[in-house]
């Protein structure tokens, strides 16, 4: 057996993107999504073994709970169950999903002779039922449909909008901001044992806080990267790192403009954020949850691929985020 974990080590929490889990073109099934698991977890393994970092793995749902909304829908339209609600829907990914990484993970440790034990946590995340966003809900999720059902889909309280690619219409829910993530303390216990900690799956599980800190699930959709920015500030994390599908963040991208973003201070990208330089349905959300950490006084925020994570984290690669002060330093 190699070192034990060490205790002492920062934290570090890793969002893992969509594509980590699943990409355009995959078959659509678990065994595939557990083949790319597989691949993603790899890229996880150097940074492990350095015994450098303590990590928490947060991860998305996109297109899982979007099934699993289709599946509740085909069911309810049979009679023979109800509807699921949203939130809960959110949660069985949690599960679903923290089993796949945690499997993964675990059989990856125990094949490299690093016995760490890996955990996933039910997370739920509060929301102000009072937030803009769910007098103006944005976020798609689920199936298309065709506009000879919008009635009977008005008929369930669903807000519905034409897609503008022409595909037909879609459900689109709240998608409020993580105000406070409840599990955040179970999850800096469980790191203080040397556990992996896998939390915070598909931005957690939308929850309103009422009368004497009872908890209720509402329906929504919280952005898995603010969600994560929030736990790792909560954590007191040395770095957050944004796993997407390309190796850094770039101005111009897919123009003959384009340019690569390094080290770069927060003011600095958050200009380039405000002149709408990163698109709202790819590379915005990761760069404002990014901000969001940094500029509340979390350390490092790091945005590159999985393939990269271990030269980004060793400041080879990737784009880094730092405070003002950190870039005057540097």
């Given amino acids: 057996m190699k070192e034990p974990a060490n205790l002492d080590a920062p934290v570090t929490v890793i969002a893992l993107g969509g594509h980590a889990i699943s990409r355009i073109g995959d078959e659509p099934s678990v065994a595939a999504q557990f083949e ?10 150097p940074v492990i073994a350095s015994h450098t970092r303590r990590l928490v793995i947060t991860h998305g749902n996109g297109p899982q709970v979007g099934n699993i909304m289709l599946r509740s829908d085909l069911a309810a339209e049979s009679g023979e169950l109800p509807p699921l609600p949203l939130h809960a829907a959110v949660a069985d990914t949690q599960g679903a999903m923290g089993y796949m990484i945690q499997q993964c993970l675990s059989n990856a440790l125990w094949e490299s002779g690093m016995h760490i034990p890996v955990a996933t946590l039910v997370t739920q995340v509060i929301v102000d039922e009072n937030d803009d966003a769910f007098s103006h809900p944005t976020k798609p999720i689920g199936t298309f449909y065709t506009e000879d059902r919008l009635d009977e889909l008005r008929e369930r309280d669903w807000i ?13 829910v709240a998608s409020p901001e993580p105000l406070e993530i409840v599990e955040a303390p179970v999850v800096g216990m469980l790191l203080q044992t040397g556990m992996i900690v896998i939390a915070c799956g598909g931005g957690g599980i939308p929850v309103v806080a009422g009368e004497a800190g009872s908890l209720h699930g509402i329906d929504a959709v919280i952005d898995k990267d603010l969600a994560s920015a929030l736990l790792a500030k909560t954590l007191h994390a040395a770095a957050f790192v944004v796993l997407t599908d390309v190796e850094r963040v770039y101005l111009g991208y897919g123009t003959d403009e384009e340019k690569g973003l390094g080290l770069i201070a927060a003011s600095a990208l958050r200009r380039h954020h ?9 590379m915005g959300p990761k760069v404002a949850a990014a901000l969001s950490f940094v500029e509340s006084g979390g350390g490092r925020a790091i ?20 405070s003002d002060q950190q870039d005057h330093a540097a």
């Fill in 274 to 282: 405000r002149q709408a330089e990163f698109p709202a349905g790819s």
């Fill in 303 to 322: 945005i590159t691929s999985p393939e990269c994570l271990a030269d980004a984290l060793s400041g080879r690669a990737g784009t880094h985020v730092v």
């Fill in 36 to 45: 790319r698991m597989r691949a993603t977890v790899e890229h996880l393994m």
């Fill in 160 to 172: 519905l909008m034409r897609d503008p690619q022409g595909r037909g219409w879609r459900r689109v």
